[in-house]
């Protein structure tokens, strides 16, 4: 197996010494490993848990340095269960590399640490939006931002039925909107339309909570929305631009609890409040990634500080 050629392949801007060091942990790794100076294939990288039981014994800030050479050997199964797992374990090393203890709390920048607030803050945001008739809009939307942060796209949702739903799923014809799927028992957010659409594409996510669900439900009675209605409408009774809904969060939050929050900050707000071991919170992390969805490394690399 040429080495050399895989790291080319996927990563051509390496240096020549970043190179040589990356060959030279794939051998040293074989050889603990499998006990063979020779690198025959990457099939020595199935066994997970033994590989994970040797880089135990290998210092933090060295073992990030074989996650990434494992993960540029496997760059070609992406979607398997075996790159996650890698992928997850690098992620769990560089949060304890940041922090350097077990118990941490997930923090913004200073320059936004005005917009965090905390979760029992948030939640009386929803709690006060609820009792007012006024703002049940605003409600179902913070409501589904605690669960699902999604961006700015949160606006443009329109309802459709979960049969006539998964007849377009079964058709060639292509769903090109945001949807909220209304099952007798199920409910799905679709989105098609977002920030990072052409890196992720379509994406589908079961909303499960069952109060959440009991909300939608209740919104689409009180409001008689019908299928291919917009979900939230504006004093025109237009669909919210991003700009629309962005400003409607923002001066919302700000009349009952004082701070202007936006679908960015409420992200924030969910990962400045969750704490726990390095796994919990590496999961937790890679789950709200997910759902936004932007890349794990991006949330780890710009939002996971040590509170001071």
Do not use: C, W
């Not at 350097?100 to 997930?106: F, H, T």
């Not at 590496?282 to 996971?304: A, G, H």
């Amino acid at each position: 197996m040429n080495i050399e050629n895989i790291i080319a392949l996927v990563k051509p801007n390496l240096s020549p010494t970043t190179v040589k060091k990356y060959i030279g942990f794939v051998k040293k790794l074989n050889k603990l490993v499998s006990n063979e100076d020779e690198v025959k294939d990457t099939n020595f990288l199935d066994d997970y848990d033994k590989i994970n039981e040797v880089l135990q014994s290998i210092k933090e800030a060295n073992r990030k340095n074989y996650y990434t050479i494992i993960l540029i050997l496997l760059d070609d199964k992406k979607d398997t269960e075996l790159y996650e797992k890698y992928n997850k374990a690098k992620m769990q090393n560089n949060l304890f590399l940041k922090t350097k203890k077990e118990d941490i709390n997930v923090v913004n920048s200073q320059t936004q640490q005005d917009k965090i607030i905390s979760i029992e803050e948030y939640d009386k945001l929803i709690e006060l939006t609820n009792k007012d008739p006024k703002y049940k809009m605003d409600n179902l939307i913070f409501n589904i931002l605690r669960y699902y942060p999604i961006r700015n796209e949160i606006g443009s949702f329109k309802l459709i039925g979960l049969e006539m739903y998964n007849k377009h799923k079964k058709s060639d014809i292509e769903l090109k909107e945001n949807f909220i799927v209304i099952g007798k028992r199920k409910i799905i957010m679709y989105r098609t339309n977002y920030k990072t659409a052409n890196k992720y594409g379509n994406i589908e996510n079961d909303i499960v909570e069952r109060d959440l669900k009991k909300s939608i439900r209740d919104y689409v009675n009180d409001f008689n929305k019908g299928e291919g209605d917009y979900f939230f409408l504006n004093n025109n009774n237009e669909a919210y631009s991003h700009d629309a809904i962005s400003l409607r969060l923002a001066n919302t939050s700000n009349k009952f609890i004082g701070v202007k929050l936006s679908s960015s900050s409420i992200f924030k707000i969910l990962l400045a409040n969750k704490k726990g071991s390095t796994k919990e919170i590496t999961d937790y992390i890679v789950n709200m990634s997910r759902i936004r969805p932007t890349d794990p490394k991006t949330v780890l690399q710009n939002y996971v500080y040590e509170k001071k």
